[in-house]
């Protein structure tokens, strides 16, 4: 019903920037919140940062002041700015949106497939 394709990932020395997308496409009615998880090897997938429908971001400690999330709503696109980036943010990446589908009132959530993102030291 509804796909989420990610790209822009990729490996990039520390103190470097990348810049991730993930366009959502299908049966859409509103999306309410977008966010970026990751997933490191051997540890839980974490919420790196989200976005609501009204614009208002939150982010995990560690990527306050280095990552910036923002989305294009006319496109259903949401973006992971991610600069100063260090060892340990390397993790597969993957983009959420809670999403409705119909003018019933009922969200579901969906997940893009991940996009992996190697920092070298």
């Known amino acids: 019903q509804v796909q989420l394709v990610e790209s822009g990932g990729g490996l990039v020395q520390a103190g470097g920037s990348l810049r991730l997308s993930c366009a959502a496409s299908g049966s859409i009615f509103s999306i309410n919140s977008m966010a970026w998880y990751r997933q490191a090897p051997g540890k839980q997938r974490e919420l790196v940062a989200r976005?609501?429908?009204?614009?208002?971001?939150s982010y995990a400690d560690s990527v306050k002041g280095r990552f910036t999330i923002s989305r294009d709503s006319a496109k259903n696109t949401v973006y992971l700015q991610m600069n100063s980036l260090k060892p340990e943010d390397t993790a597969v990446y993957y983009c959420n949106e809670i999403v409705q589908l119909s003018q019933v009132p009922v969200q579901r959530s969906f997940w893009g497939q991940g996009t992996q993102v190697t920092v070298s030291s």
């Open positions: 976005i609501t429908s009204g614009g208002s971001t």
